[in-house]
């Protein structure tokens, strides 16, 4: 059984400030973790995925997570945000590496709103 | 390259009715999938298709049927709409071991 919880439905940070999103996960075998990101009106686009290789895994658009088993997150972070970075964020976990065949179990996501 | 359609991109029914969603995909994914995404509740799996000629039931399956027609398209059924099938509905694919690949959703409106 795997799960994900996203702290906070709605995040808001000035541009230029760090963007902080937190997930955290529970999953009875080692498991595979993905950031998405939706732009309003759109299909989910993936930002990064965690695969064993590397805890700190750099995706899209200057955004990177930090795995530690530890504390069962994965934590998105960008150093500077941008007005374009305004949009919802998904964590997502699967027992497989490309989250197939029985695809992703999703967290119910943060909105995050860029203040000018 | 179009990656995954899905149509239409809006409808709505009155209770009772029936409709069909539409998903292709050209990217020759073995594995689709159909996806609701309700506010607050994040994306949740209704079914999916690991290959062609297979489906599975995913977390909330009860009143959608689906059908895998062949390796690009997978459709979503809704045999008697309710108001709580109101959703935004996202067919997704993916080859083994590779991420999901979505569409831009079909917003479904039941009265």
């Known amino acids: 059984a795997q799960s994900v919880t996203q702290l906070g439905s709605h995040v808001s940070v000035s541009e230029g400030a760090l963007v902080l999103l937190r997930c955290n996960y529970s999953?009875?075998?080692?498991?595979?973790l993905f950031w998405y990101v939706q732009y309003p009106n759109q299909g989910l686009q993936l930002l990064l995925k965690?695969?064993?290789?590397?805890?700190l895994v750099k995706g899209i658009n200057g955004f990177e997570a930090e795995f530690k088993k530890s504390e069962t997150s994965f934590h998105l972070t960008k150093p500077s945000a941008h007005m374009s970075d305004a949009a919802e964020y998904f964590c997502a976990v699967s027992p497989y590496s490309g989250g197939g065949a029985d695809g992703l179990t999703f967290g119910k996501g943060t909105h995050l709103i860029i203040q000018p | 390259n179009a990656g995954v359609t899905q149509t239409p991109k809006f409808q709505v029914l009155k209770t009772g009715q029936s409709m069909t969603l539409q998903c292709a995909q050209d990217?020759?994914?073995?594995?689709m999938y159909w996806y609701r995404q309700d506010p607050g509740m994040g994306l949740r799996l209704i079914y999916y298709s690991a290959s062609e000629g297979t489906t599975d039931k995913g977390e909330v399956p009860n009143g959608y049927n689906v059908s895998r027609l062949n390796k690009r398209e997978f459709s979503l059924r809704l045999e008697s709409a309710a108001p709580s099938q109101t959703s935004v509905y996202f067919c997704a694919s993916s080859r083994r071991d590779s991420p999901l690949h979505f569409g831009n959703g079909t917003r479904l409106t039941v009265t």
């Open positions: 999953s009875s075998v080692p498991p595979y």
């Open positions: 965690y695969t064993s290789a590397a805890t």
């Open positions: 990217m020759n994914h073995n594995s």
